[in-house]
C-alpha cells in the first residue's frame, strides 16, 4: 500500500497538475505527503566561474541577489501548497542541493516522487518540455516517479504498457503493490513482431496483474511502433495514467530515455508512471 509521497514543488503548469494529483492521492490513499521545495545552492553561487579583474565584487552580489529571489520564490510557492492543501495534513521542506541529488537523497524516506514534467525545479533549463532531472532519478534512483502534464485527467482507465524487460517487471510490481489502480480499469498493451510473442506477453502482464485483484483487458500487438500505439491508446481509452518501464532496446524498449520513452514521457496526455 502507498504510505508516503514526495511532490517536487515548482510553479510550471505541469508541476501544479502535479501538486493537484499528489493532494488527491494523499487525500484517498492516506498517505503522507511531503513537498520539496529546492534552492540549488551549488548552481544559485557562480564560484566556479572566470572572472574579470575587479569583477568579484559584483559576481558576489548578483549571487547574493540570485539567492534572495529564489529564496522568496521558494517561501512563495511552499505557502501556496500550504493553502492549496486546506486541512489535508502535509510537510514541507526545503532542499538547499541540486535538483538530483536532492530529490534521490529525500526518495529514501517516500514511495513515490511526484513531478511536473516541464518542472525547472530552480535554475535548471527545461528542455522539449520533459524536466532535465527525470533522467537522472530513473538512472539512480530507487523509487518510481509520476510524471504529471498541465491537463492530466484526474479520472479514467490505467493503460499499462508491458514489454516482458526487467524495468517493465518492476514498474508493473510496484503499482499494483502500491494499490495505484484505485479501482480504475486497467487495459495492458503489449507488442512484439511475432504475433505469439505479443500473446505471450500480453498473458504474463494481464496475470500478474489479477493476481493482485485488477480487473484488466489485454491487449497483444504485433505490429506498429510503441509509442505510436501506446499514445494512440492513450487518446483512445481518454486514460488517466500510463504505467511503463524506462524501455530500454527492442519491441516496446529503446535506449533510457531514447526515442520511445523521452517521446511518451514528453507527448502522453495523462500521467506516466514509470521505473527503471
Known sequence: MLRSLLFALDDTPGALAARDAALALAARTGAALTAAAILDRPHTSGAHE????????????????RAARLEAEAAAALAAFRAAAGTLPVRTVTLEEAPAPALLRA?????????????????????????????????????????????????????????GSVPAMRSLQSFALLGLAEGSPVKLLAADPAPESAARLAAEGAGFLRRHGLAVEESAVAAGHPAE???????????RLLVMGAFENGRLRSLLLGSTTRRLLREAPCAIYVQH
Do not use: M, Q
Open 50 to 65: 572566470a572572472l574579470p579583474i575587479g569583477g568579484a565584487a559584483f559576481a558576489e552580489h548578483r549571487d547574493a541577489a
Open 107 to 163: 526518495s529514501a524516506a517516500h514511495d513515490l516522487i511526484l513531478l511536473g514534467r516541464d518542472s525547472t525545479l530552480g535554475l535548471e533549463e527545461t528542455e522539449d518540455g520533459l524536466a532535465p532531472v527525470i533522467p537522472t532519478l530513473l538512472k539512480d534512483g530507487a523509487r518510481p516517479l509520476l510524471v504529471v502534464p498541465a491537463g492530466a485527467p484526474a479520472e479514467g482507465p490505467v493503460l499499462v504498457g508491458y514489454d
Open 229 to 239: 500505439l501506446l499514445l494512440a491508446e492513450a487518446v483512445t481509452l481518454r486514460a
